[in-house]
């Protein structure tokens, strides 16, 4: 065949690489500057300079930020999959009443704009008296987190294969042993994958935080959010460039693991 | 689907698979329902009625209930200009991410093994990276001392003060197009799976020219992810807080920002409250009045054959 519909034109590429260079330029740049020596925002022309990556280590608010923000995605992605594996198997597998109503609940946080949760929940944890503290932080994550973890829990429930599970327990398996030994581990690319969406949404998160946050319990995000309101120094571009590093390692984990581009459509 | 506990827990009188069935879902489900009615409904529902309370300069919050709040959200002139500007930012960013991300998607879809998985990593991976740091990448660009005021300075095209794009809606519809087109690529992408490629094939052996093929034969199969992603960005973008905050600032205030101004500085949590619900329920009725437009659409496409 002369014409194929399967290859990209000239014109298509031009494109692809403009759209590309449009993706990647403001993080190039982020990188670019946390290597400058000078003291103010600039490229490094004249060298490159570590000095803005030893300043984080001078800086213990960004490092207990940091901290936060890993206990908080780590504990609230584990409580919100802890709930989603039940409830998922009940989803998939059960026609009762409310089933639709509670689907609905669930994802309903994707629906929700951060905002509205984020002065929501400040009313709420200040009037039953615990705002500011990391258990209502927990708490505001866990919600926003349980539309990921469900979805590809949930997703992970319907492809599973029941045959080896009633062959187990025609073999004199009980429902506990048979969904212990059998089910879960079939389940583990999704609930991990589930589980790693989680934690990333949580770890990013700053609409929301920003509102729930106090100054002893501030994540990441918002430590940087309030750092750019005063002032915007080659710090921040280090400290960038370290989440940057971070996050496309993780990256790497979750696609080898599971496929981006499953996790991030939620079809599993 | 339709099959029942009964096969696979083989209980052993029928009484007791009746009852396993009736009660098992609501157990394994009843975590995760109580957690989200109390954290997810009693907040909201405190907000709504924060909404209704006074509020005064001196005195603070008031619960004496008053429509004041949304008369203000509702009537005045200052949250007419926000409403408009967040709708208008979000109906741009809307677009130019369709005419972006959609074709790029095509180009993904169309290109060879490694290189096809690379870029879908390269195209989706900012989606995980935090939105600070990419509004920062942005602010970096395009501010006074940014690449591109120097590059423009470079080709004589900017005078000696350069330019910047901080604090105006063309800086933050950039911002906020870099954040989300990766959106509708994945949205574009998800249907273009199941979309038959040497359909484009056939059109074209029998002498349509590629742009035909595009827009005759790709394109109306790709659309139902067109118009979800377009749905995605759009709501996302109307209820924005980072990247409208960090470039627009005080000069450009959107819904998202003003809501955390009165509530953070101007500390009138009940006007607050008020524009949040306001946002919440533009957010839903949108949301749903599009989903049933495009259903109505496609019912009525697939009718006509």
Known sequence: ?268 | MTETVMETMRPRSPNRARHLERWLPLWLTGPAAVFFLVLLGMPLLMTLALSFYTFDYTAGIDKTLTFANYAEVLFDGYFHEIFLRTYAISLVTTVLCVLLGAPEAYILYRMRSPWRSIFLLVTLGPLLISVVVRTLGWVLLIGGNGLLSQLLQGLGLAGSRGVSLMYTHTGVVIAMVHVLVPFMVISVWASLRKVDLSTGDAALSLGAKPFTVMRRVIFPQVLPGVLSGSLIVFALTASYFATPSIIGGRRLKVVATSVYDEYLSTMNWPLGASISIVLLLLNVIIVMSYSRWVERRFRRTLGEG
């Not at chain 1, 690319?189 to 609409?207: Q, R």
């Not at chain 1, 710090?235 to 080898?256: E, G, K, N, W, Y």
């Open chain 1, 1 to 268: 065949m002369s014409v194929d519909s399967r290859r990209n034109g000239r014109l298509a590429l031009a494109f692809h690489t403009l759209f590309v260079i449009f993706l990647l330029a403001p993080l190039v740049v982020i990188i670019l500057v946390a290597f400058t020596p000078k003291g103010y925002l600039s490229y490094p022309t004249a060298g490159f300079s570590l000095r803005w990556f030893r300043e984080i280590l001078e800086r213990p608010d960004f490092i207990d930020a940091f901290y936060h923000s890993l206990n908080l995605g780590i504990v609230s992605a584990t409580l919100a999959t802890l709930l989603s594996i039940p409830a998922a198997l009940a989803l998939a597998r059960f026609r009762f009443a409310g089933r639709e109503f509670l689907n609905g609940l669930f994802l309903s946080p994707l629906m929700i704009p951060h905002i509205v949760l984020g002065v929501a929940f400040l009313r709420f944890f200040s009037e039953i008296g615990i705002g500011g503290t990391f258990a209502s932080l927990v708490l505001a994550h866990v919600i926003i987190v349980m539309p990921y973890t469900l979805r590809l829990v949930l997703a992970a429930v319907m492809g599973l294969d029941r045959e080896t599970e009633r062959a187990a327990v025609s073999l004199g398996a009980n429902p506990f042993t048979s969904f212990r030994r059998i089910t879960l581990p079939q389940m583990l690319p999704g609930v991990a994958g589930g589980w790693m969406l989680a934690f990333i949404t949580s770890f990013d998160e700053l609409t929301m935080t920003v509102f729930v946050a106090s100054p002893s319990n501030t994540t990441l995000p918002v430590k940087m959010y309030n750092y750019i309101e005063q002032t915007i120094d080659p710090l921040l571009a280090s400290v960038s460039t370290v989440i940057i590093v971070l996050t496309v390692a993780f990256m790497l984990v979750l696609d080898r693991f599971y496929g981006l581009d499953r996790v991030l459509s939620g079809k599993g």
